[in-house]
């Protein structure tokens, strides 16, 4: 019962409720995709100053950078992996200049990628409360083991890249000089 002496607000219906303007909130910010960035970088500092202030917490940091690593790989690859694209009808990479051209469809999407990242970093700052969490380790093998178990698995994820000639990223829309030929065209047709 609240305050009112109304029982409704802790049935699950309200938690539906909650939810649901949650999720619509969330996908209002879906086009904002500067703002959610900026918003992502604001809380990520927030972490690391108080991180930095209280000089502790080095295992959840190590383990939110892990996580951060498993969520930069799904963001690189596809959703189909060309190695295992004959056990799936999904669509695929083209591999040679002659195949069709496809998307690059992400394993993981851009949004989910900010969401769990966000959603991480929020987690971690809260844990950094509670100083059951705060276990005392010499934090630069940490930060060594990491750096090196981050080259490791970009190197092996930049191969897979360069194998099957596929680039996670576009830089806009691919223009192909369409007004020259457009113009010499229509000078063609003059008299």
């Known amino acids: ?6 029982a409704s607000s802790s049935t699950p219906s ?10 619509h909130f969330l996908d209002k910010t879906t086009p904002f995709l500067l703002y959610r960035w900026i918003a992502f970088f604001f809380i990520a500092l927030l972490y ?6 209280v000089e502790g917490f080095y295992v959840i940091s ?4 892990i996580y951060i690593l498993n969520l930069l790989i799904g963001f690189l690859s596809p959703q189909v992996d060309p190695e295992f694209q004959d056990l799936s009808d999904g669509p695929t ?4 200049e002659t195949d069709e051209f496809r998307p690059f469809v992400r394993r993981v999407p851009e949004f989910k990628f900010w969401y769990s990242i966000t959603k991480a970093f929020c987690i971690a ?8 969490f705060d276990v005392p380790v010499f934090w630069p093998i940490l930060l060594f083991y990491w750096v090196v ?6 190197r092996r994820q930049i191969r897979h890249m360069l194998k099957y000639k596929y680039v996670p990223f576009s830089f806009g829309k691919q223009r192909y000089g369409g007004k020259k ?8 047709l003059l008299p």
Do not use: C
């Open 93 to 96: 990479l083209p591999i040679r």
């Open 62 to 65: 190590y383990a939110l950078g």
């Open 1 to 6: 019962m609240d305050i009112n002496g109304d």
């Open 14 to 23: 309200s938690a539906v409720t909650k939810f649901q303007s949650f999720q």
């Open 181 to 188: 030929a457009a113009s010499s065209e229509s000078e063609d």
């Open 125 to 132: 700052f809260v844990l950094t409360f509670f100083s059951a």
């Open 149 to 154: 178990l981050f080259a490791l698995t970009m």
């Open 48 to 53: 690391v100053v108080r991180v930095y202030l």
